[in-house]
């Protein structure tokens, strides 16, 4: 079963709107990490943010963590065209040994 | 600095066929990561491999095989290949296990007739 659950599957808004993105997982973690794919081909690393972390900034992109819901949630904001993609979530569980267990990812549109 | 590589990019084979995937690190990284990401299921861990080592695997029949070579590169063989093997098959290199970052090659389209 998938450790982490995205939601909304599907977001579709316009460019310059801040689009949020939330993942729910159920087992305690190391750290969670937010993941972009586009078109189907390898994935970028955005973020990574550990379990004692409770917001982090990268650029335009926000993360937040809340361990005792275990929650995250990724904001972007002023979204652009380019940011269309699938975005996934993944999360490094404790005693999991390195293994990443990822989100079914959420579809990112952004119209021009 | 060169990313993650994968070879080849795409490939068809029949049921029952054999298939290697071929995977190059990013310089310097010891760590190879295996992921399957079939349509509709998302991405499941296949196999960790360490300084030649397999250290982890995920929940795959045993026709799911692999190894790493002193370079710290690393092949996916798969046997007796079935229609739900269909997927993209990604590589991924870190430079150490545990709270590191996971880079992504561009991946392998697996299509199984």
């Known amino acids: 079963s998938q450790q982490g659950e995205e939601d909304p599957q599907a977001l579709s808004i316009q460019e310059g709107e801040n689009a949020t993105m939330n993942c729910s997982y159920k087992t305690s973690i190391n750290n969670l990490q937010w993941y972009r794919q586009n078109s189907g081909r390898g994935l970028v690393h955005l973020i990574l943010i550990r379990s004692n972390e409770r917001e982090k900034h990268s650029g335009r992109l926000r993360v937040t963590l809340d361990t005792s819901k275990k929650s995250s949630s990724l904001l972007i904001t002023a979204s652009r065209a380019a940011d269309t993609a699938s975005y996934f979530c993944a999360t490094d569980a404790t005693g999991a040994n390195s293994k990443l267990t990822f989100g079914k990812g959420i579809t990112l549109s952004v119209r021009p | 600095e060169a990313g993650v590589t994968q070879s080849p990019t795409h490939l068809i084979k029949t049921r029952g066929q054999q298939v290697t995937l071929r995977c190059s690190p990013i310089s310097g990284h010891t760590s190879v990561y295996w992921y399957q990401q079939a349509l509709g299921l998302g991405l499941q861990f296949l196999l960790w491999?360490?300084?030649?080592?397999?250290?982890n695997r995920g929940n795959f029949p045993p026709r799911f095989s692999g190894r790493q070579f002193p370079n710290y590169s690393s092949e996916l063989n798969v046997n007796a290949l079935e229609l739900e093997d269909s997927a993209l098959y990604l590589c991924a290199s870190s430079l150490k296990y545990n709270q590191e970052t996971q880079y992504f090659g561009p991946g392998t389209r697996l299509l199984v007739l």
């Open positions: 491999y360490d300084e030649g080592e397999e250290r």
